[in-house]
Each structure stands twice: as structure tokens, then as C-alpha cells.
């Protein structure tokens, strides 16, 4: 997909955000999760708090053309200089597979939130979680359990 371009997150994106994330949760993460905690993190996804996510770090979209057809945000960890978190990391079913993730992880990576931080984080899903080991990214304190939000906390130090 060498034509996708990797840009910044535009207000006026958020409601086309919303609809990449609820796809990729209600198709990809279906076999992972119950009908009710996807619909439960689609609503916490909604474009309102894409946008305020937008402003608490850097949000970027993956784009084939004039479609968004995937997603990261990387920001400061509970307000640390020293840490952050990468968040928000979605790709649309049939693009996965395709080097767009990859390249969104790496595009965040170059992101000065990431580049001064110590250590970053990562709470990943039962669907995505080995894609973020073969990034780099290990389970934190070696604990390779679910939180109680359903989610691998991985982590990795720079």
C-alpha cells in the first residue's frame, strides 16, 4: 500500500475516525470481545473525544486516497515528560495485513511525544497484542495478563 499516506488528524476527520474504529472493533476484535464491550469502546471512541484526544497529543490518519483508513495517537502518559502512551491504533479489516499498522507505529515513533520519552505504553487488545511484540513492545513488568479493562498493558524503553 505504498500509495497510503500517513498525515496528521484534522478536526473535520473525527467523524470518518469513528466509523474506521467502530468497523475494525465490530469486525476484527468480534472474536476476541463481546458484542457488548465493542459496543461499549465504540461509544468511548465517539468523534467528540477524538477530537479532545486529538489535543491531548498527536493524533495521525492513514489515508488511501480521500479515505482514512486507519489511525494512532501517541501523548504524554498521565502527564509525563518522561513517559507516553500510544493509543487509538486502528486499521480497517481489509487494509490490515498491508504494512499500514506498521507504518502508523512507526510514524509515531518519530513523534516528539514518543522521541522524549523514557518509556512507552501501550494498552493493547487480545486481537492486537502480538502485532505490538513483533513492534517491539513487551508485556509490562513481564505481566501477560488482562487488566480489568479487557487489555495487555505492553510497554517499551527507549
Known amino acids: 500500500m505504498s500509495n497510503t499516506k500517513i498525515r496528521l488528524f484534522k478536526e473535520e476527520d473525527a467523524a470518518e475516525v469513528e466509523q474506521v474504529i467502530a468497523e475494525t472493533l465490530r469486525i476484527s476484535n468480534s472474536r476476541d470481545y463481546s458484542k457488548e464491550y465493542i459496543e461499549a469502546n465504540i461509544s468511548s471512541h465517539s468523534a467528540d473525544v477524538l477530537i479532545e484526544r486529538s489535543k491531548q ?28 502512551i500510544l493509543l487509538t491504533i486502528f486499521v480497517l479489516p481489509e487494509y490490515q495485513g498491508k504494512g499500514i499498522g506498521r507504518r502508523i507505529i ?13 518509556r512507552i505504553e ?8 502480538e502485532f505490538y511484540r513483533k513492534m517491539g513492545y513487551e508485556y509490562k513488568n513481564g505481566i501477560a495478563e488482562l487488566d480489568e479493562g479487557q487489555l495487555y498493558r505492553l510497554e517499551k524503553f527507549r
Do not use: N
Open 122 to 129: 501501550i494498552p493493547a487488545s487480545i486481537t492486537a497484542v
Open 57 to 84: 497529543g498527536h493524533m495521525y490518519v492513514a489515508c488511501d486516497g480521500a479515505r482514512i483508513v486507519g489511525c494512532g495517537t501517541v501523548a504524554g502518559y498521565w502527564g509525563s515528560l518522561s513517559e507516553s
Open 106 to 118: 512507526e510514524t509515531l515513533e518519530q513523534d516528539e511525544y514518543f522521541l522524549r520519552a523514557k
